[in-house]
């Protein structure tokens, strides 16, 4: 099999796993080190669950897909929880820079009369049990740059509260 081959059937096979709705499955053909197989990976609240389903070892390229999705869907199950996507869409991100999730300063430049009007705020973002975007905003020029930030942290975090009192 030559190289265009081998891109092709790699092409073919992440078609098939996009096509067949294969989360957390990709296709590994190496050529070169000889390996073909099915790789899952889940990961979940920061642990990581890896494993290959080699062609060879399943006695082709669809049981060890079959195979693959049985071990992916054994996985989800054992690590199910109801709070995971809570916990996914509140997970503090590494390019955070307010230091809570859901609060950013935002500048937004406008064109006017008189040249370009920079207008910077705080702004707080949830999402409230219908499923629905809210959020507040809060004047650096009105409020000043600390108390901005404060009272947006403080708008998050009532927001969040009131919503799970409930």
């Known amino acids: 099999m030559s190289s265009v081959d081998a891109k092709r059937t790699n092409m073919n096979s992440h078609r098939m796993a996009r096509a067949n709705n294969l989360h957390h499955i990709h296709r ?3 050529v070169r080190s000889r390996s073909y197989a099915w790789v899952v990976v889940v990961q979940r609240l920061q642990k ?3 494993r290959r389903f080699a062609d060879g070892k399943y006695g082709g390229k669809r049981v060890a897909l079959r ?3 049985h071990f992916r869907d054994t996985v989800l199950k054992m ?3 109801n709070q995971y996507p809570l916990w996914r869409r509140n ?4 390019n955070n820079t307010s230091g809570t999730v859901g609060v950013g300063r935002y500048v937004s430049r406008e064109g006017g009369r008189r040249g370009v009007i920079e207008r910077i705020s705080w702004q707080a973002f949830w999402d409230d049990p219908d499923g629905r975007r809210r959020g507040r905003k809060f004047s650096v020029n009105v409020h000043g740059e600390r108390q901005a930030k404060d009272l947006a942290h403080r708008a998050r975090e ?3 509260r009131a919503m799970f009192k409930k």
């Open 79 to 81: 690590v199910q929880d």
């Open 91 to 94: 997970r503090k991100r590494r």
């Open 67 to 69: 195979a693959a999705i």
């Open 48 to 50: 990581t669950t890896i």
């Open 158 to 160: 009532d927001a969040l």
């Open 28 to 30: 590994v053909d190496d």
